[in-house]
């Protein structure tokens, strides 16, 4: 089923909280809302969900308006980040509770209950839990059995606020993992809520980056991650240096740097920014004449396979961040002190 949402708007009191949001996910879609903390993705979801709802917009299922259908009839089905189990319940219990309370006439029978949970939990890999309590299991556990629960009443939807949040970082990356191959097993359009930049981009078909109540962007990890359309999306992907200067017939120069900006060929002397990320540089020893940006090494960190160097623009204390591989690094063997010359591989230019 899809779902589509067309012109939301949401406001608390004198608070606007979604301000204007319209998006459209594709049936069997997995789709990730990404953005800060307070930004309305939660907001968005519960909207969706049937526990909010909007001041003015609508939501459709399959084309269908669902804006005024009750929340139990959407037939969707919820995770949250803390994993809302029964504690007095066992695993089994927990699973089969949203079968045994359907109206009489859709409950199935006892039997029916018993294969469709144990379906259930194979498919989530823990049938051997069945006959645990909540307080037995570990979170990630807890996790997988809630979205069992959700998945029982075969939910026309799903939807996850931050699934995994709660989680320490080696389970969520294993966790994260394991819904993408779920969901393209069960291929339910499924809406999932996190601020973990890494987490949408490595599992969502498509990513929705909110700020401040608005969708910023919405694309596949490769489009936003390769063309942020705005400073925010750049900025909140990962770590960026920016440089301010002109935009003048097609060149930007900024700090000692000439950009080429083919798309801003009109700009005439007008205020432009070029984003480069730490990755995006090539450096080397500074000699006489180099042209580039001429920085001062202060230190480098070492990280697995990245040593991340603190570097400083020669003539001015901007700081300027710069990731090279650590083998890259180490063959430098660089000195405290040492002028580098750092030249972008890529950058990206937006007017300011
Ligand atoms: P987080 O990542 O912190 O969960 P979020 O992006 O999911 O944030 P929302 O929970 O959608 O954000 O909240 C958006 C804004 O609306 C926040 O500033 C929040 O304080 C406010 N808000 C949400 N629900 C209510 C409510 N019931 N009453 C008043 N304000 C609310």
């Known amino acids: 089923?899809?779902?589509?949402?067309?012109h939301l708007s949401k406001r608390f009191g004198n608070f606007h909280a979604l301000k204007d949001v319209s998006l459209h996910i594709e049936s069997g879609e997995l789709v990730a809302l990404l953005g800060p903390s307070?930004?309305?993705k939660t907001t968005l979801l519960r909207i969706i969900a049937g526990l909010e709802t909007p001041d003015e917009g609508s939501v459709y299922f399959s084309g269908e308006d669902a804006t005024d259908v009750h929340v139990r009839e959407r037939q969707v089905g919820f995770v949250f980040q803390h994993y809302a189990l029964f504690?007095?319940?066992t695993v089994f219990e927990n699973v089969a509770f949203g079968l045994r309370v359907k109206p009489r006439g859709q409950?199935?029978?006892?039997?029916?209950?018993k294969d469709k949970v144990h379906q259930l939990l194979n498919l989530v890999q823990l049938d051997w839990?069945?006959?645990?309590?909540p307080s037995q299991l570990s979170g990630g556990q807890r996790q997988r059995i809630a979205l069992a629960r959700a998945l029982a009443v075969e939910p026309r939807v799903l939807l996850l606020d931050e699934p995994f949040g709660a989680l320490d970082a080696k389970v969520r990356k294993e966790l994260r993992r394991w819904l993408r191959r779920l969901h393209d097993e069960l291929h339910v359009a499924s809406v999932f809520v996190t601020h973990d930049q890494e987490e949408a981009l490595e599992v969502a078909d498509r990513v929705v980056l909110m700020n401040s109540g608005r969708i910023e962007q919405v694309g596949t990890p490769t489009e936003v991650w390769e063309r942020p359309?705005?400073?925010?999306?750049?900025?909140?992907?990962?770590?960026?240096?920016?440089?301010?200067?002109?935009?003048?017939?097609?060149?930007?120069?900024?700090?000692?740097?000439?950009?080429?900006?083919?798309?801003l060929a009109d700009a005439q002397h007008a205020k432009a920014t070029a984003y480069i990320r730490p990755h995006e540089f090539d450096v080397q020893r500074y000699s006489d004449g180099d042209i580039g940006l001429?920085?001062?090494?202060?230190?480098?960190?070492?990280?697995?396979?990245?040593?991340?160097?603190e570097l400083t623009r020669q003539g001015s204390d901007q700081p300027v961040e710069v990731e090279l591989p650590a083998e890259v690094f180490r063959q430098l063997d660089l000195k405290g002190g040492e002028a580098l010359v750092a030249k972008p591989r890529n950058a990206q230019v937006f007017l300011t």
């Not at 409950?107 to 209950?113: F, K, L, T, V, Y």
Request: proline share 5%; aromatic share 10%; hydrophobic share 35%.
């Open 294 to 309: 001429v920085t001062t090494f202060n230190r480098a960190y070492l990280s697995g396979p990245s040593a991340y160097l």
């Open 1 to 6: 089923m899809s779902i589509e949402v067309r």
């Open 87 to 89: 504690r007095h319940m």
């Open 107 to 113: 409950r199935p029978s006892e039997a029916q209950i």
């Open 129 to 133: 839990l069945a006959d645990r309590y």
């Open 38 to 40: 307070g930004c309305g």
């Open 229 to 263: 359309a705005t400073p925010f999306v750049y900025g909140f992907l990962g770590d960026v240096n920016q440089f301010h200067g002109q935009a003048h017939a097609g060149v930007l120069h900024a700090d000692g740097l000439t950009i080429s900006t083919p798309d």
